[in-house]
Nanobody
């Protein structure tokens, strides 16, 4: 089993920045891909970004390209999401996910473990 704990969410004004962290514990050696998803009230869960733990390859949804950066610290089993130039439409619960697959993916069913999420609210 793998446990994921997110932190770093909060309230920020439009144009501001936040850095989310996701700390993994347990059988982390099986986690080849880490990702962030988000879900806004009344909307479906949306893929945000993913990273391969071994190659560092990244993948982003178009709406965050150039503003968000996903990175990882394998020694600490932690994944980060640096979010800059935040917009009100980025408001959502951000959830960390870990998958045993080898390829970065935007599909939720490719991920095996999920955190509880952290709230990000961007005011206009």
């Amino acid at each position: 089993q793998v446990q994921l704990v997110e932190s770093g969410g909060g309230l920020v004004q439009a144009g501001g920045s936040l850095r989310l962290s996701c700390a993994a514990s347990g059988r982390t050696s099986s986690n080849h891909v880490m990702a962030w998803f988000r879900q806004a009230p009344g909307k479906e869960r949306e893929f945000v970004a993913a990273i391969s733990r071994s190659t560092g390859r990244t993948y982003y949804v178009d709406s965050v390209k150039g503003r968000f950066t996903i990175s990882r610290d394998n020694a600490k089993n932690t994944v980060f999401l640096q979010m800059n130039s935040l917009k009100p439409e980025d408001t959502a619960v951000y959830v960390c996910a870990a998958g045993r697959g080898l390829l970065v993916s935007d599909r939720g069913d490719e991920y095996d473990y999920w955190g509880q999420g952290t709230q990000v609210t961007v005011s206009s």
